[in-house]
């Protein structure tokens, strides 16, 4: 057993693992492994049963992925979490955990691309109906509910438009009403706790700043354990009616002996074991990896983009920067109350040549590269109109933030002189 550490320095380092009892290794082992010797039939009888907790199989559960989920958890304030193969992943299955065929989700517009399409397309073609609502007003959420409505869903700070999310604004609508708030918060650890303000569930890709070192695809499901699913009964049948996928188990009440954990254990009991995404224990490890210096990058991604933000709102060739630095208005509002240690490394900025100085821009770059990611230690740039944000017609990439000639940038670690470097050298070669 480990310490019950709060501070996300120390849980990236500590959490959930001291050392390995047979061989005393500190850190984390990769258990490269399928499958788990039972002890005998009682013992593999209670595992399939829940009666007892512990591993099976490595497509539902791992020891190294445990070690990542703990950690995960601890650092967002949660009761579990499930560690799966992407980000992607990750959202599907914490909308599908709640929405069967007929059912619908009220959702924020403000989404990366590869989410917007997912619910718009992918979920419509299974029958479950993502209502987009824009999120500047809370009361587009409400607006938008009916009896079939199961779930909430927000990005905190949304890629790439970067105007924070209200969260408790949010929460506090759908509570009353029994539907859970689902947020995104790849572009906010550490400097968001999104239950602190009411959130439900928390998903991250775990690919941008968790990595942190771009060499892994994954993502993470969180749960809060503060929604209280058999309130509300008829609002959520997914954990209060007989599972037919598990013995007929009515996840609310048999789960309660194990803790407030009804909805990530049906998760991963049900979404995990039969749709089959599995973080490998691998990715899981270069996770824990990045966790370890999580905080303390996100920290010097903040400084550093404050900066960059500073210096290209001042720049005579650019049009707008969107930072939460220099928000106003309600985002300056949303950015202070929910954005407590430092606004982030993401940014977008329009250049006043519109779209082929948007392109001159980003191949002007040197240091910077030009990808499609966010959240590694270097910095990065892509323009999402042609590349992230490319299926999304002209409205709804106006929806999502995206004008045609928006920059996104991923600001990293580097020297902060060297990154302004960069930028002025790349923008002095764009034709004003
Ligand atoms: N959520 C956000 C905010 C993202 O930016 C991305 C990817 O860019 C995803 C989810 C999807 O994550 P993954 O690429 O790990 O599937």
Same mark, same amino acid.
Not at 67 to 76: G, K, N, T
Not at 139 to 145: D, G, I, P, R, Y
Not at 266 to 275: A, H, V
Not at 328 to 331: A, F, Q, S, V
């Given at each position: 057993?480990t310490?019950n550490?709060t501070?996300p320095?120390?849980?990236g380092?500590?959490a959930g693992?001291?050392?390995?009892?047979n061989t005393?290794?500190?850190?984390?082992?990769?258990?490269?492994t399928?499958?788990?010797?039972?002890?005998?039939?009682?013992?593999a009888?209670n595992?399939?049963?829940?009666?007892?907790?512990?591993?099976?199989?490595?497509?539902?559960?791992n020891?190294?992925c445990a070690?990542?989920?703990?950690?995960?958890?601890?650092?967002?304030g949660?009761?579990g979490?499930?560690?799966v193969a992407?980000?992607?992943?990750?959202a599907?299955?914490?909308?599908?955990?709640?929405?069967?065929?007929?059912?619908?989700?009220?959702?924020?517009?403000?989404?990366?691309?590869?989410t917007?399409?997912?619910?718009?397309?992918?979920?419509?073609?299974?029958?479950?109906?993502a209502?987009?609502?824009?999120p500047?007003?809370p009361?587009?959420?409400?607006?938008?509910?009916d009896?079939?409505?199961r779930?909430?869903y927000?990005?905190?700070l949304?890629?790439?438009?970067?105007?924070?999310?209200?969260i408790?604004?949010?929460?506090?609508?759908?509570?009353?009403?029994g539907?859970p708030?689902i947020v995104?918060?790849?572009?906010?650890?550490?400097?968001? !706790?999104?239950?602190?303000?009411?959130?439900?569930?928390?998903?991250?890709?775990?690919?941008?700043?968790?990595?942190?070192?771009?060499?892994?695809?994954?993502?993470?499901?969180?749960d809060?354990?503060?929604f209280?699913?058999?309130?509300?009964?008829?609002r959520q049948?997914?954990?209060n009616?007989?599972?037919p996928?598990?013995?007929?188990?009515?996840?609310s009440e048999?789960?309660k002996p194990?803790g407030?954990?009804?909805y990530?254990l049906?998760?991963?009991?049900?979404? $995990?074991?039969?749709?089959g995404a599995?973080?490998?224990p691998?990715?899981?490890?270069?996770?824990?990896q990045?966790?370890?210096?999580?905080?303390?990058?996100m !920290?010097?991604?903040?400084?550093?983009a404050d900066?960059v933000?500073?210096f290209?709102?001042?720049?005579?060739?650019?049009?707008r920067?969107?930072h939460?630095?220099?928000a106003?208005?309600?985002?300056q509002?949303?950015?202070?109350?929910?954005?407590?240690?430092?606004?982030?490394g993401?940014m977008?900025?329009?250049?006043k040549g519109?779209?082929?100085?948007?392109?001159?821009?980003?191949n002007?770059?040197?240091?910077?590269?030009?990808?499609?990611?966010?959240?590694d230690s !270097?910095s990065?740039?892509?323009?999402?109109a042609s590349?992230t944000?490319?299926q999304l017609?002209?409205d709804? $990439?106006?929806n999502?933030?995206?004008?045609?000639?928006?920059v996104?940038?991923s600001?990293?670690?580097?020297?902060?002189?060297?990154?302004?470097?960069?930028?002025?050298?790349?923008?002095?070669k764009?034709?004003?």
């Open positions: 057993m310490k550490y501070n320095e120390t849980i380092l500590h693992w001291r050392k390995d009892e005393n290794s500190v850190a984390v082992p990769i258990h490269q399928t499958s788990f010797q039972f002890d005998d039939c009682d013992h009888a595992l399939f049963g829940l009666s007892e907790l512990g591993n099976i199989y490595s497509r539902i559960m020891p190294t070690v990542l989920e703990d950690r995960v958890s601890a650092i967002e949660g009761v979490a499930v560690a992407s980000g992607q992943a990750a599907a299955y914490a909308i599908q955990n709640l929405c069967k065929k007929g059912d619908n989700f009220v959702t924020s517009s403000h989404l990366y691309g590869g917007y399409n997912q619910f718009k397309n992918v979920m419509a073609d299974m029958g479950i109906e209502r987009f609502v824009d500047k007003d009361e587009n959420f409400q607006k938008a509910v009896e079939k409505t779930a909430f927000g990005e905190v949304p890629n790439p438009s970067f105007e924070v999310f209200p408790g604004e949010v929460a506090a609508i759908g509570k009353p009403l539907i708030l995104d918060n790849t572009a906010a650890p550490v400097i968001c !706790r999104p239950f602190d303000y009411g959130a439900t569930i928390i998903i991250h890709s775990t690919t941008k700043y968790i990595g942190g070192h771009g060499t892994s695809i994954g993502g993470i499901i969180v809060s354990g503060l209280d699913w058999e309130d509300f009964k008829e049948p997914a954990l009616e007989p599972d996928s598990y013995s007929g188990a009515v996840w048999a789960v194990l407030p954990i009804a990530i049906k998760l991963r009991t049900t979404m $995990l074991r039969d749709m599995a973080m490998s691998f990715n899981a490890f270069m996770f824990i990045g966790l370890e210096t999580l905080a303390l990058r !920290r010097e991604h903040s400084i550093n900066q933000a500073d290209l709102s001042k720049h005579p060739k650019v049009e920067v969107s939460p630095s220099i106003d208005g309600i985002y509002e949303r950015a202070r109350k929910y954005l407590t240690k430092g606004n982030g993401l977008g900025f329009e250049l519109g779209i082929e100085a948007g392109k001159q821009f980003i002007s770059l040197e240091m910077f590269y030009h990808v499609a990611n966010i959240g !270097r990065l740039a892509i323009h999402p590349t944000h490319s017609n002209e709804e $990439l106006l999502a933030g995206v004008t045609p000639g928006y996104r940038l600001i990293g670690i580097e020297h902060i002189d060297d990154i302004l470097e960069d930028l002025s050298n790349a923008l002095d764009v034709d004003a």
